[in-house]
């Protein structure tokens, strides 16, 4: 985190030994050590509290996904799915009237005229009657 080597915390600690004195390094070193505990300490429970809220917020997330699969599981009971069956039918019945079969009318002799005029003049072919000279 620092980045300090051992050269470094050994020129720290010749300046500390000549700075404060051997008599009261044991003291200090105590006191610092004390310092850095609960520094740490501090550190870890801020880390806890962050862990849990974490958790917390992703419970939210599944608990509204499980929701939203309720509510949706819900909506396809069976009674719904046949009511639903039921309103759709209902609604196609409203857009699509009934068909009633009606019987056509027999034809009439006016119908026949008409159809043979519009018709168009169909030959037939007369038999060939044999010669009777060829014989």
Known sequence: MFDIGWSELVVIGVVALIAIGPKELPGVLRTVGQWMGKA?????????????????????????????ASAAAKDLS??????????????????????????????????FAEAEAHAPAVETPTPAVPDAKAS
């Open 40 to 68: 740490r300490r501090m550190a870890s429970e801020f880390q806890g509290q962050f862990n849990e809220a974490m958790r917390e917020a992703e419970m939210a997330d599944i608990k509204k996904t499980f929701d939203d």
């Open 78 to 111: 069976p009674t719904n799915l046949l009511t639903s069956l039921n309103k759709d039918v209902e609604d196609a019945m409203k857009i699509d009237p009934p068909v009633t079969p009606t019987t056509p009318e027999p034809p009439t002799a006016a119908t």
